[in-house]
């Protein structure tokens, strides 16, 4: 109950009250009982006067004065306790009242200081638990001369009488101020309490995470600025954390996104923190990754190094791996906390796979480009250099020579025009003439084209199609080089007396155009790499009929230009088919 802030504020304001009352029960009982002495002290003193005044002149006479004592006794209302009038300290003229007053010695020892000083003396005298207030007066006559004195002693108990009613009054009093205190106290309280309370409660749920917390203001005072201020960090820290939680999202979603692996490490080599791309990278499950450290990775990947060199500038640190058929190039970041002390490593894995096959495709094209002109150019010149020796005087050897090297010339003008023609569809800077057109006319009239070329090797060229095919949107001139390309190596590579078969069908929502040889096929390992530019799977044999080793690749390029697909099936030495799909108008 102690540490509840209402009970402390009760407790203070009892503990308060009740010693403010105490304090001033005491001020006004001892006030009020020193007021009341004070004046019955007056009041006697008055009346002992008066005595005297009236004894002054029967001194001589005891019966005169006895009977006047009496009188004036009588008509003092009981405030007097007993009253004595002496010639001396020995000899009692007359008494009146309580007769056993107590206190002998005493009284003898202030008449006797009144008869030497002749004047008043107050005494306040306590006998057990009596209290009493003696005074004691000298007596002139009517020529001023000292001719006795007057005792008198007052009883004090009605005045202890009404101190102890006062004391129960302000007991009563006491009681009901603390009982009125705690009420008030405890109502009071809870008006600052309760809201604290209510602080308290949204505190621990917005604690919780619910941060749609609002005390409301009900005062302008110290707890009311408490609520308001509450509020206004309630506020700034949702918004703090939904800008975190969306910074938080972004950067979750590009890692989640990106290609490059990304793991985060600590000093001790424990990995904190992987994206999806590593998983891929290293073909393990996040489960499995989670159970790694960085030295347990280094090993499995042959890097060489351990957790320590991430942090020491190591020369192995930042390198090219092979991994699982991946080319994977590594760069380490070092990061710390805020007081600029290295904390972590963060290692980028970048998959180089593409860019790696693609320079060498780069460094293979440009080999295979110098071949391919390297050849007819050695041929032209040879050629050329025999004639100017002395051949052109043989006329069958000049005719020869020139066939040669105008053969050879054409095919460097073949080769030149299908690199121009790569090289524009691979910047997108070729013109197309897009236009409705009939597919089924276009391939039947290339067959006819290509069907003398078969004649010649006795093949057999034949076209089937179904009776509703679609037109298509392309470009009718790109088109016809795509199915005379195919039909020219299919003739090219069939041997004499072979069969080519042409179809034409609809599937959903393409046109497929099917190509089927019965000619020497192609070895599995070389499928893959059909398309690539320059690549034959016979080179001597595609050179000596003429090939350059691009019609493929411009093929498939002029074919996905279109939204469509080409591929290639073949089993060697069973035949070869081609299927080009191309969408509907």
Request: net charge negative.
């Amino acid at each position: 109950m102690l540490r509840s802030i209402q009970w402390k504020l009760v407790i203070i304001s009892f503990l308060l009250v009740w010693l403010a009352m105490s304090i001033i029960g005491v001020f006004v009982t001892k006030e009020i009982q020193k007021n009341q002495i004070e004046s019955l002290t007056t009041t006697i003193m008055a009346r002992a006067y008066n005595l005297a005044d009236l004894l002054k002149d029967e001194m001589t006479g005891a019966r005169n004065i006895q009977e006047t004592v009496n009188n004036w006794f009588i008509g003092q209302g009981g405030q007097i306790d007993g009253v004595r009038v002496l010639k001396d300290a020995q000899v009692l003229l007359a008494e009146a009242g309580n007769r056993d007053i107590k206190g002998e010695s005493l009284i003898e020892h202030m008449l006797d200081e009144v008869i030497k000083q002749k004047k008043e003396i107050v005494r306040d005298n306590e006998i057990g638990n009596q209290y009493s207030k003696s005074i004691a007066v000298p007596i002139y006559s009517s020529n001023n001369d000292f001719v006795g004195a007057i005792y008198i002693n007052a009883d004090l108990s009605e005045i202890e009488g009404n101190m102890k009613k006062i004391d129960g009054i302000l007991t009563y009093a006491t009681i009901w101020a603390l009982a009125i205190t705690v009420l008030l106290g405890s109502l009071l309280a809870r008006t600052i309490t309760d809201p604290i309370k209510e602080v308290i409660s949204k505190a621990e749920k917005l604690a919780k995470g619910e941060f749609e917390q609002v005390v409301s203001v009900k005062s302008n005072d110290e707890v009311g600025q408490l609520t308001d201020m509450f509020n206004y960090l309630s506020d700034r820290l949702k918004t703090t954390l939904d800008e975190t939680e969306n910074e938080k999202n972004k950067l979750d979603t590009i890692l989640t996104n990106m290609t490059d692996g990304i793991i985060a490490v600590n000093t001790n080599g424990t990995i904190i923190h992987t994206n999806p791309a590593v998983y891929h990278i290293f073909n393990i499950s996040q489960e499995d990754m989670e159970n790694k450290n960085f030295d347990d990775i280094s090993k499995e990947l042959d890097w060489g190094i351990g957790h320590e060199d991430l942090f020491n500038n190591s020369d192995k640190v930042n390198n090219i791996l092979a991994i699982n058929d991946l080319i994977i190039k590594t760069n380490v970041v070092l990061f710390g906390n805020e007081k600029n002390e290295t904390v972590g490593a963060i290692i980028v894995l970048q998959d180089v796979t593409e860019q790696e096959k693609l320079d060498k495709m780069r460094k293979e094209f440009v080999a295979n480009v110098s071949h391919e002109l390297k050849t007819p150019l050695t041929t032209i010149k040879s050629y050329t250099e025999t004639l100017l020796d002395g051949a052109m005087e043989n006329k069958e050897y000049t005719i020869s020579f020139l066939k040669v090297i105008d053969s050879e010339s054409d095919r460097m003008t073949r080769l030149v025009k299908d690199l121009l023609q790569l090289s524009k569809l691979d910047y997108d800077n070729i013109q197309w003439n897009m236009k409705q057109m009939d597919i089924r006319k276009i391939v039947s009239e290339c067959v006819y084209r290509m069907n003398i070329s078969a004649k010649q090797k006795n093949q057999a060229l034949e076209f089937n199609s179904d009776m509703d095919i679609p037109e298509i949107m392309g470009d009718k001139d790109r088109i016809e080089q795509v199915i005379v390309n195919i039909l020219s190596n299919a003739i090219k590579y069939t041997p004499e007396n072979g069969k080519i078969e042409v179809t034409l069908k609809r599937d959903e929502d393409s046109i497929v155009v099917k190509v089927a040889d019965n000619g020497m096929g192609i070895p599995k390992e070389d499928l893959p790499r059909l398309f690539e530019r320059f690549y034959r799977v016979d080179k001597a044999r595609s050179r000596m009929l003429g090939g350059t080793g691009l019609g493929l690749s411009i093929a498939r390029q002029i074919v996905e230009a279109h939204k469509g697909r080409i591929k290639i099936q073949s089993e060697y030495g069973q035949g070869t088919q081609v299927f080009i799909s191309l969408p509907v108008a």
